[in-house]
C-alpha cells in the first residue's frame, strides 16, 4: 500500500514538465492582461488535474521572485542618476530666492514711479468724457431744432388753413425729424398729436365737399342748359352748312370741356375753332363747366385725402353721393309730360349732372373712372328711357312727341360729344316712330289675312301677253322656260304673292314720312327703313303666314302652294332691298346697310308648312289605323291584306299624286317639291311602321295567335309593296321599304321560327335578324305562349304540341337572358 502511494507520488516526466510549463506561461500572460476577463482563467487552474493548484502557487511564487530580481536590477541601474539630479536641483535653489528678491524690488520702485501718471491719465480721460457729452449735447440739439421749427410751421399752416402744405409738414416730420429725435418726450406728444390733427384736417375737407356736392347739384340745370344750347347751335349750323353743300357734305360737332369745340369734317379731320369759319366767331363766348361751377374743393379734398393714404375712402364716399344725386336727378317730376319745358328742365339737370362727371373724369386722375361713369350713364339712361317711354306714352299732341323727338336728339347729340353712348337714346326714337308705325302693323295684318282668305292657292293663269306684263310689273318674277311657253299658261305662284309685294312696299312709303322727318342721313333713314320692312315681314307678314298654315280648312294642296309662294317671297327679298336703295340713294355696296330679314321668315313659314304637311298626313294615317279590327285569336289568315290598310295606302297614292302633278319645269320650285314630297313620303312610311309596330306591342293586347301574325304579314307585304313602287319618285333603291325593316324581320323571325338562327347570331353585325330587338321579340312571343295555353288545353297530351311548348319556354328563357343582360 505504501509502495502504491509512493509510485503515485512520482514527480512528472520531462515532457509533462515542458507541456505543464507551456500551460502555467499561458496562465500567467492572461492573468497579467489587463484586458481579459479572470474568471475564466482562473477556471482552468481548478478544473485540472486535482494537484495542478498546488503547481500552479509554486510557479506563481517562483514567477514573482523573477519579477523581484528584475526590479531590483533596474533600480540599481538608475539609482545613481536620481542622485545628481537631486544634487543639482538643490544648487538651482538658492539662485532662485535671489532672482526673487531683485524681481520684487525693481516692482515696488516701478509702482512708485507711475503713481502720478496714473493720476494724470484719469484727469485726461475725465476731461476727454465731457467734451463728448458736450458735443453730443450740441448734436442732438441740432436735431431737435429742426423739429421745433418744423412743427411750428405746422401751426402756422393750420392757423392759416393751408391743409395741403400742412399734411405735407405733416409727412416730412413723421418720415424725416421726428424719427431721428423719437427718443425724447416731447417728440412721442408730437407724434401723438399728429393723426388727431389729419382727423381735422379731414373732416374739414370733408364739409367743403359736401359743400361743392351741394353746389354742383343746384348748378347742374344752367350747366346742362348752356351744354344743350351750344349742342343746338353747332347742330343748327352743321344743318346750315350740309345745305349749303347740297347735302354733300357735312360736319359732326364735338363738344369738349376744355372750352374748345371742334367737328368732324366729312373727311375725318378734326376742325378746330379758328378753321371753322367767321360764323363761329359771331357765336357768343363758349362757357364751360370751369366757368359756372368751382371745382377747387373737389381738388383740394382728393390731394388731401391722397396724401393722407385714404384716398379709396374718398372715392367710395364722392361716388356713393354721386350716385344719389343721379338717382334725385332721374326723378322726373309728375307732370312732366304736360309741356316741353317739363322734358327740358328734366334733360337739362341730367346733362348737367354728366358734363361735371365727365370733367372730373379728365380733370382728377382717379376720382372717377371711366367704368364709374359708363356705369352711372347705363343706370341714368335706363331710367331716362323708362321715363321717357312712361311719359311719351301719354302724349298725344303730334307737336309735343314732335318736340319731344327733337330734344331727345340734342340731349343725345350733347352727351355723345362727351363721349357717352347714345345709341338706346335713338332706338327711343325708333320706339316712338315705332309708335307710329304699329298702327300701320294692324292696318297691314288686316290686308295681309284678307288678301289671304281670297287668295285660291292656285298657280296664276295668264292669257295674254298684257296679263303677263301685269303680273311681272307688280312682282318682279322672271323664269326664262315659262317665258318660252306659249300662252295661255300658269305662273307657280299664286295671286296673293304680288298683292303681298304690293303692299310691302306701299308700308315702306308709308313709314318713310315718319322716318323722314327725323332730319338724320340717307343712311339712317335706310336703315330705319329696312327695320320697319323686317319688323313687318318677320311679326305680322310671319304671324299672319303661321295662322294661315295652322287653320284646319288648309289642305295639303294649299299648303305645298304655300311653300311654292314663300319662295318666291323670298327671291323677292333682294328687289325689296333695291327697292328701299333707290329711295335712300344708299349703296349697299359702300357702307353696311341693314339686311331684310324676309329671308328667315319665309323659311320659318316654308318648314312650318312642310311640318303642318306632314303633321296632317300623319294624322290621316293615325284615322285609319284606328278602323284597324285585328282578330288577335283567329287560327288562320284572311289570305287577303286589311281592307283600312289598302284604303290607306290608296290615300298615300293619291296624296302622293297631288306632288307630281305641281308644276314641274325643271327648276328650283320642282326640286323643291320633290324634296318636299320624299319627306313627307318618307315620314309617312316611318309614321305606318311605328304605328304597326306599336299596335304589335301594345300592353293591353295580352294574346296573339299565329294567324294573327300571318294576317298582320299580309298587311306589312302590302306596305312594301307600296313602298317598293315609287309613289314619289327621286329615292334611291330601296331606301324607302327601309322604313319597314323592323317589322319585316320580327315578323319573318316568328314566320319561319327560326329562332335557333336568331339566337345564334344575336349581336353579329351580319346577323339575319339584325333589327329585332330581344325585348321585342321577347313580347310578342309571350303573347303567343299564352294564346298556345289558353286555346290547347290537351295540347299536353300530343307529343309534338309539347314539344313546341317547352320550345318556347326555352326561348322566352333565353330571351329574357338577353334582356337582363342588356339592361346590366
Known amino acids: 500500500m505504501a509502495a502504491a502511494g509512493l509510485h503515485a507520488a512520482d514527480p512528472p516526466s520531462e515532457e509533462e514538465d515542458k507541456e505543464e510549463e507551456a500551460a502555467f506561461g499561458n496562465v500567467f500572460a492572461e492573468l497579467e492582461s489587463v484586458e481579459l476577463p479572470l474568471g475564466t482563467s482562473l477556471r482552468s487552474i481548478y478544473d485540472d488535474q486535482p494537484n495542478a493548484h498546488k503547481r500552479f502557487m509554486e510557479k506563481l511564487d517562483a514567477r514573482i521572485r523573477n519579477h523581484d530580481r528584475e526590479i531590483e536590477k533596474m533600480c540599481n541601474f538608475h539609482h545613481q542618476g536620481f542622485v545628481d539630479a537631486i544634487t543639482e536641483l538643490l544648487k538651482v535653489r538658492a539662485d532662485a530666492e535671489k532672482l526673487m528678491g531683485q524681481v520684487t524690488d525693481t516692482n515696488r520702485r516701478l509702482q512708485e514711479a507711475g503713481r502720478e501718471v496714473t493720476a494724470q491719465t484719469e484727469e485726461v480721460i475725465r476731461c476727454r468724457v465731457q467734451q463728448r457729452n458736450m458735443a453730443t449735447t450740441v448734436e442732438k440739439l441740432h436735431l431737435c431744432i429742426p423739429v421745433l421749427e418744423m412743427y411750428n410751421k405746422l401751426k402756422e399752416q393750420l392757423e392759416s388753413k393751408r391743409y395741403y402744405a400742412a399734411l405735407k409738414t405733416m409727412e416730412q416730420l413723421e418720415k424725416v425729424f421726428i424719427p431721428r429725435v423719437s427718443q425724447y418726450r416731447f417728440c412721442q406728444i408730437m407724434a401723438e398729436n399728429l393723426p388727431r390733427l389729419r382727423e381735422d384736417i379731414k373732416d374739414i375737407s370733408m364739409s367743403d365737399l359736401k359743400d361743392f356736392l351741394e353746389s354742383i347739384r343746384k348748378h347742374s340745370d344752367k350747366v346742362g342748359h348752356t351744354a344743350m344750347r351750344q349742342a343746338q347751335q353747332h347742330r343748327t349750323f352743321n344743318s346750315a352748312v350740309a345745305k349749303q353743300a347740297n347735302m354733300g357734305h357735312y360736319t359732326k360737332p364735338v363738344y369738349s370741356l376744355n372750352g374748345r369745340t371742334h367737328s368732324h369734317s366729312h373727311n375725318g379731320r378734326l376742325l378746330m375753332d379758328d378753321e371753322t369759319g367767321d360764323e363761329e366767331e359771331a357765336d357768343e363766348e363758349i362757357l364751360t363747366a370751369q366757368d359756372l361751377v368751382d371745382f377747387s374743393p373737389v381738388y383740394r379734398c382728393l390731394h388731401i385725402y391722397t396724401v393722407l393714404g385714404d384716398r379709396e375712402t374718398f372715392e367710395n364716399y364722392y361716388r356713393k353721393q354721386r350716385k344719389k344725386q343721379a338717382r334725385l336727378v332721374l326723378q322726373p317730376q309728375a307732370n312732366m309730360h304736360e309741356t316741353v319745358e317739363g322734358y327740358r328742365r328734366y334733360f337739362n339737370q341730367i346733362v348737367g349732372f354728366f358734363v361735371v362727371e365727365d370733367h372730373i373724369l379728365h380733370a382728377t386722375q382717379g376720382l372717377v373712372t371711366r367704368a364709374f361713369t359708363d356705369e352711372l350713364w347705363n343706370m341714368a339712361l335706363s331710367k331716362i328711357i323708362a321715363v321717357l317711354r312712361t311719359h311719351s306714352s301719354y302724349c298725344d299732341d303730334p307737336d309735343l312727341v314732335l318736340e319731344l323727338k327733337n330734344l331727345i336728339v340734342i340731349f343725345a ?63 318682279p318674277f322672271h323664269d326664262a322656260e315659262i317665258e318660252k311657253q306659249d300662252f295661255p299658261k300658269k305662273l307657280p305662284m299664286s295671286q296673293s304673292v304680288p ?46 303666314l303661321q295662322n294661315l298654315i295652322k287653320k284646319p280648312h288648309i289642305g295639303l294642296t294649299e299648303l305645298v302652294q304655300i311653300i311654292i309662294n314663300t319662295t318666291h317671297l323670298e327671291q323677292a327679298c333682294k328687289y325689296l332691298e333695291e327697292f328701299i336703295t333707290n329711295i335712300t340713294n344708299v349703296s349697299p355696296e359702300m357702307v353696311h346697310t341693314t339686311r331684310l330679314y324676309g329671308l328667315s321668315t319665309f323659311k320659318d313659314a316654308r318648314h312650318a308648312a312642310e311640318g303642318e304637311i306632314y303633321t296632317k298626313l300623319n294624322q290621316k294615317i293615325d284615322e285609319f289605323i284606328q278602323l284597324a279590327d285585328y282578330e288577335w285569336g283567329m287560327a288562320e289568315s284572311d289570305g287577303r291584306a286589311s281592307g283600312y290598310l289598302m284604303d290607306l295606302i290608296n290615300f298615300l ?30 315620314s309617312a312610311c316611318k309614321h305606318l311602321s311605328t304605328s304597326l309596330m306599336q299596335m304589335l306591342l301594345d300592353t293591353e293586347l295580352k294574346q296573339i295567335s299565329m294567324g294573327a301574325v300571318q294576317q298582320f304579314n299580309l298587311d306589312v307585304i302590302q306596305c312594301e309593296l307600296f313602298a317598293s313602287s315609287e309613289p314619289v319618285p327621286g329615292f334611291q333603291g330601296d331606301t324607302l321599304q327601309l322604313a319597314f325593316i323592323d317589322l319585316r324581320q320580327l315578323l319573318d323571325l316568328f314566320m319561319v321560327w327560326d329562332w335557333s338562327i336568331y339566337l345564334a347570331d344575336y349581336g353579329q353585325p351580319t346577323s339575319k335578324y339584325l333589327r329585332v330587338n330581344p325585348a321585342t321579340a321577347l313580347a310578342l312571343l309571350e303573347k303567343m305562349k299564352d294564346t298556345s295555353k289558353k286555346n290547347n288545353i290537351f295540347s299536353q297530351f300530343r307529343k309534338n304540341d309539347r314539344d313546341k311548348q317547352k320550345l318556347i319556354e326555352t326561348v322566352v328563357k333565353q330571351l329574357r337572358s338577353l334582356v337582363n343582360g342588356m339592361s346590366s
Open 499 to 544: 298683292q303681298i309685294y304690293t303692299q310691302v312696299k306701299e308700308l315702306i312709303y308709308a313709314s318713310l314720312k315718319f322716318s323722314e322727318s327725323l332730319h338724320r342721313s340717307f343712311t339712317e333713314i335706310d336703315d330705319m327703313l329696312r327695320k320697319s320692312t323686317n319688323l313687318l315681314l318677320t311679326r305680322t307678314l310671319s304671324s299672319c
Open 653 to 682: 297614292r293619291s296624296t302622293f299624286q297631288v306632288f307630281t302633278h305641281l308644276p314641274n319645269n325643271n327648276n328650283e320650285h320642282a326640286s323643291m317639291s320633290g324634296k318636299v314630297a320624299q319627306t313627307a313620303c318618307m
Open 413 to 475: 347729340d350733347t352727351l355723345q360729344g362727351y363721349g357717352f353712348p347714345v345709341n338706346r337714346l335713338f332706338d327711343l326714337l325708333f320706339e316712338v316712330r315705332d309708335q307710329y308705325n304699329e298702327t300701320l302693323l294692324k292696318k297691314w295684318a288686316l290686308v295681309f289675312r284678307e288678301i289671304f282668305e281670297l287668295d285660291n292657292y292656285s298657280p296664276i293663269p295668264v292669257e295674254t301677253e298684257e296679263e303677263y306684263l301685269l303680273v311681272v310689273s307688280r312682282f
